[in-house]
């Protein structure tokens, strides 16, 4: 477990999005990310949100989240 980043903030200016992750790093040498929900369920719109910041960090950094 390799910590990179807190807090992370994603940005794509041609998609017009830009989202917070909680955490950002390594598990077992694969790039993850991590953003705690505290709502009752899993809803479609964390999934969009989760698609979202990888695309806008392939964009911006060339990762592969």
């Known amino acids: 477990l390799e910590t990179i980043d807190t807090e992370k903030t994603?940005?794509?200016c041609r998609m017009g999005y830009a989202g917070t992750t909680d955490w950002l790093g390594k598990i077992d040498g694969k790039l993850t990310s991590w953003?705690?929900?505290t709502s009752s369920g899993i809803f479609e719109k964390h999934i969009v949100q989760a698609w979202a910041n990888a695309i806008s960090d392939e964009m911006q950094n060339g990762g592969n989240l």
Do not use: L, P, V
């Open 35 to 37: 953003d705690h929900k």
């Open 10 to 12: 994603f940005y794509n």
